[in-house]
């Protein structure tokens, strides 16, 4: 049986920190990005890919705060669906390009995908995730006074948005994209979570103002898709113990105890590292041979297993 994969890029590995994130800069950072993930087509895996959108998503609302006294705001829901179509846009482009440039002969579609959400999440009333740009807390008043935002302290002297991020339950679309990806075509789906949607009372979807975590929407594509694996792309090659701290040390391979094991004593930070055990520890339970986590350079020596965090059951 052909081997599948679906591949998490984060939404820093197309508009890193500390840049404009001009388009000509994200289409560059992108082209990076599918250089490696070429070497999955040259082992002749089915291939999914997802990615995450902060950084895109941010800059939305950042625009919107800026021209909403001439043109009418949109909901969050609508900008993760506006930066799904075009950070798929420049994916679907830059990898035909280089498949072309390698004479293979693959199709690459984008699917604007829905995620399914409980409406009454916990995380519904209480809003944690933050988003967008960094103010004072003057600053950060004013907007959520002007906009009905909900703010809170990320640090001592920064204040941010903060939205809901409910559990995905349930990928749109699921049979449509395993149709694609098991006949060969790369698929870019679920991009940012998906779009965060509900079905209300008539059992009609109902979009909704929060984001979904992409690590645990694609580990739940994956599962739809029975991909075999997940890699999950993010800024540091390895999952450190003690990160950060004189006592790091890199983990070249772990299995489930033993994730749960470190899980358990504090070692994977919330809204970082956490998320993605988490997405681990739930590809691994459905279907999944394993996961590996790393960064965008470090993916040729993770395919040989000379880098990343290979984690197995």
């Known amino acids: 049986m052909q081997k599948s994969v679906i591949i998490a890029l984060g939404g820093n590995a197309i ?24 070497h999955f087509v040259a082992l002749g895996y089915h291939i999914c890919i997802t990615h995450g959108n902060g950084p895109q998503v941010g800059d939305e609302l ?31 482009q830059s990898l035909q390009n280089a498949l072309k440039q390698k004479h293979i002969d693959r199709e690459v579609v984008t699917l604007i995908t829905q ?5 009454h999440d916990p995380s519904i009333k209480n ?38 991020s409910p559990v995905p339950q349930f990928i749109e679309h699921g049979k449509s994209i395993q149709t694609l990806v098991d006949h060969g075509i790369v698929v870019i789906a679920s991009g940012g979570g998906g779009i965060p949607a509900y079905l209300n009372e008539s059992g009609n979807l109902e979009g909704i103002d929060a984001v979904v975590d992409k690590d645990l929407s694609a580990a739940l594509l994956g599962r739809v898709i029975k991909s075999h ?52 520890l739930y590809f691994l339970q459905y279907h999944g041979d394993k996961v590996v986590i790393t960064s965008i350079d470090g993916i040729t020596e993770a395919i040989n297993g000379n880098n990343g965090t290979i984690i197995r059951n």
């Open 15 to 38: 508009s890193p920190k500390g840049e404009a994130g001009t388009i000509s800069e994200q289409f560059a950072h992108t082209r990076e990005s599918l250089n490696a993930i070429m």
């Open 62 to 92: 950042y625009r919107m705060a800026l021209t909403h006294d001439e043109i009418p705001p949109l909901p969050l829901g609508v900008c993760v669906a506006e930066t799904q179509g075009s950070i798929g846009y420049m994916i679907q």
């Open 127 to 164: 809003p944690s995730k933050f988003i967008g740009r960094r103010y004072t807390k003057e600053d950060g008043k004013q907007m959520a006074e002007k906009f009905g935002w909900s703010i809170k302290k990320q640090n001592s002297s920064e204040w941010r948005q903060v939205v809901p």
């Open 115 to 119: 995620t399914i959400v409980d409406s």
């Open 229 to 280: 694996e997940l890699w999950i792309i993010t800024d540091v090659d390895q999952v450190c113990l003690y990160y950060g701290t004189e006592k790091e040390k890199p983990i070249n391979e772990m299995t489930v105890s033993e994730a749960i094991q470190y899980a358990d004593e504090g070692h994977f930070q919330a809204g970082s590292m956490a998320p993605k055990i988490q997405a681990a």
